[in-house]
């Protein structure tokens, strides 16, 4: 990882030593500047090319009705909320959207936030203060992470997947604290399932709470999109689920669900909730239309996972290195960050976009290229991106 540089001086040269050494590393990053919608061709500087970069699942980001559910909500309520949530900026679709969120996931109540990772900074220290423990999978998002050090639990971190080291922790925890498990249903760079049937046993017989970062199971798990819960059809009362309106829902937003109490007890405490204006009404009413549509046309689901299993057929029967996924993230591990980056850069000229993914997002030796996909690409965007694959894997001596 790169050093920081000595941003004490805090001048213009401090900074850009820092950014050389990350050249160095092949780990620095640059914004792209897209001219279209999210979907599944983009154009960037007047070249279009074939999108595999985003976490639009189900394309309901251009969806007519959602679009227009949002045009509709900015004619009734105004474009900003005007205010925090308990103050004045609870507007009715931001209430209609948590009735519809608390239905759809099967729960008494909702919360929303700006952003899932609002969401986790808050609900973290909330269910969990300086008194408590965390136990966290390895893998668990930056947005996580972070709700867990905004705590200042003890917090330990329990190899990924892995419920008998959960087990062999909670074990020699100090007995009396309140104590949480995180774990994502899906994870998000690698793409595989959270056994949350066996996790949520240990946590029950440790009497740990069980919190569950469903940000890309929902609308995509699930005979009715409900998500990871569902996809095992564990009785979502046992456990506490967040996730995020912005990847298969198509808007922006987090969310968080449970019992009334647990959720009225959020409303009083939890920072990232009241210490911020609510966010739009638009995306609230965007949202519900969102969730409206993942439930009636189950259509889009079947399509993302023919799309998912053609995809993942495709890159590994050619010999690419896939990570145990089960969704439809499919990461080809490439290991160093200069390799990802430059078979990202080859796919790019030719027309298919797949980012790079390399450290600190990842673990350092598993850079690898995140290709995700999604209910509108064509069987067509699938081929020509496999032989695009095919051929910048056997020039660059991969397959
Ligand atoms: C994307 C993501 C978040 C953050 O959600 P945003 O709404 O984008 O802020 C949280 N957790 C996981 C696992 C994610 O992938």
């Known amino acids: 990882m790169g050093q920081m540089g000595d941003l004490n001086r805090k001048n213009q040269e401090g900074y850009e030593e820092y950014l050389a050494g990350l050249d160095a590393q092949h780990l620095r990053r640059h914004?792209?500047?897209?001219?279209?919608?999210?979907?599944?061709?983009?154009?960037?500087?007047?070249?279009?090319?074939?999108?595999?970069?985003?976490?639009?699942?189900?394309?309901?980001?251009?969806?007519?009705?959602?679009?227009?559910?949002?045009?509709?909500?900015?004619?009734?309520f105004g474009v900003g909320s005007g205010a925090s949530r308990l103050i004045s900026g609870t507007l009715l679709p931001h209430q209609e959207l948590e009735m519809a969120l608390a239905q759809f996931k099967q729960t008494e109540a909702a919360l929303t936030f700006s952003s899932g990772y609002a969401a986790n900074s808050g609900i973290i220290p909330a269910m969990v203060g300086t008194q408590g423990q965390i136990f966290v999978d390895r893998l668990c998002h930056a947005s996580v992470i972070d709700g867990c050090r905004l705590s200042r639990a003890r917090l330990r971190v329990f190899q990924h997947n892995?419920?008998?080291?959960?087990?062999?922790?909670?074990?020699?925890?100090?007995?009396?604290?309140?104590?949480?498990?995180?774990?994502?249903?899906?994870?998000?760079?690698?793409?595989?399932?959270?056994?949350?049937?066996?996790?949520?046993?240990?946590?029950?017989?440790?009497?740990?709470?069980?919190?569950?970062?469903?940000?890309?199971?929902?609308?995509?798990?699930?005979?009715?999109?409900?998500?990871?819960?569902?996809?095992?059809?564990?009785?979502?009362?046992?456990?506490?689920?967040m996730g995020t309106l912005s990847k298969a829902l198509g808007t922006v937003g987090g969310y968080v669900v449970g019992s009334r109490p647990f959720i009225e007890y959020l409303i009083n405490i939890c920072r990232s909730f009241i210490y911020t204006t609510a966010p739009p009404p638009a995306f609230a009413a965007a949202a519900r239309t969102a969730l409206e549509i993942v439930q009636s046309d189950p259509g889009r689901r079947s399509t993302l996972w023919q799309?998912?299993?053609?995809?993942?057929?495709?890159?590994?029967?050619?010999?690419?290195?896939?990570?145990?996924?089960?969704?439809?993230?499919?990461?080809?591990?490439?290991?160093?960050?200069?390799?990802?980056?430059?078979?990202?850069?080859?796919?790019?000229?030719?027309?298919?976009?797949?980012?790079?993914?390399?450290?600190?997002?990842?673990?350092?030796?598993?850079?690898?290229?995140?290709?995700?996909?999604?209910?509108?690409?064509?069987?067509?965007?699938?081929?020509?991106?496999?032989?695009?694959?095919?051929?910048?894997?056997?020039?660059?001596?991969i397959i």
Do not use: C, W
């Open 307 to 397: 799309n998912r299993n053609r995809l993942f057929q495709g890159l590994s029967g050619m010999g690419f290195t896939l990570t145990n996924t089960q969704s439809p993230i499919l990461p080809v591990i490439l290991n160093r960050p200069a390799l990802a980056l430059e078979m990202s850069k080859k796919l790019f000229n030719q027309g298919i976009y797949v980012p790079a993914i390399r450290p600190p997002t990842v673990p350092k030796g598993t850079s690898r290229l995140r290709v995700t996909v999604t209910s509108d690409h064509t069987p067509e965007h699938l081929d020509t991106a496999l032989e695009t694959f095919k051929k910048v894997g056997q020039e660059l001596g």
């Open 162 to 241: 892995d419920p008998d080291h959960l087990r062999i922790q909670l074990a020699k925890r100090p007995a009396n604290r309140p104590t949480l498990v995180v774990t994502e249903g899906v994870f998000s760079m690698d793409g595989d399932i959270a056994p949350l049937s066996e996790l949520m046993e240990v946590a029950q017989h440790y009497e740990a709470a069980l919190l569950v970062d469903d940000a890309h199971g929902t609308g995509v798990m699930g005979k009715h999109g409900r998500g990871t819960v569902e996809h095992f059809g564990i009785d979502p009362s046992g456990v506490f689920q």
């Open 31 to 76: 914004l792209r500047v897209f001219d279209s919608p999210s979907g599944p061709v983009m154009t960037h500087q007047g070249r279009s090319f074939i999108n595999f970069a985003s976490n639009n699942y189900l394309g309901l980001n251009t969806h007519p009705a959602i679009k227009e559910s949002a045009i509709e909500a900015i004619n009734s």
